[in-house]
């Protein structure tokens, strides 16, 4: 049961790459592009991770760190994005 959530999460976080570079093709700007791809990447990062942590539970602080890293780091740089293509948008 442990194994089958496990993989589940990992696919999920796949699926959530794989889903972030659907916006890359579109019209809008580059700005809009890397905040809606580094979203999908977050998740899908921290997909994987506690993925992971169910399958090797004994690693668990250094995945922990991992999860509280993206959690930060990617969020910051995600709303940093939108505000600077949100900036770009409206000066248009």
Not at 12 to 33: A, E, H, M, N, Y
Not at 69 to 84: E, K, Q, R
Request: one cysteine or more; charged letters at 15%.
């Amino acid at each position: 049961m442990i194994d089958g959530l496990s993989y589940s999460l990992m696919i999920l976080g796949l699926i959530f790459w794989f889903w972030g570079t659907l916006p890359l093709v579109g019209d809008r700007s580059v700005l809009f592009k890397l905040h809606s791809l580094s979203v999908s990447d977050t998740l899908g990062s921290m997909s994987m991770i506690a993925g992971l942590l169910l399958k090797i539970p004994r690693e668990w602080p250094l995945l922990i760190l991992a999860l509280i890293s993206l959690a930060i780091w990617n969020t910051v740089l995600g709303y940093v994005l939108a505000y600077c293509s949100y900036r770009d948008e409206a000066d248009d």
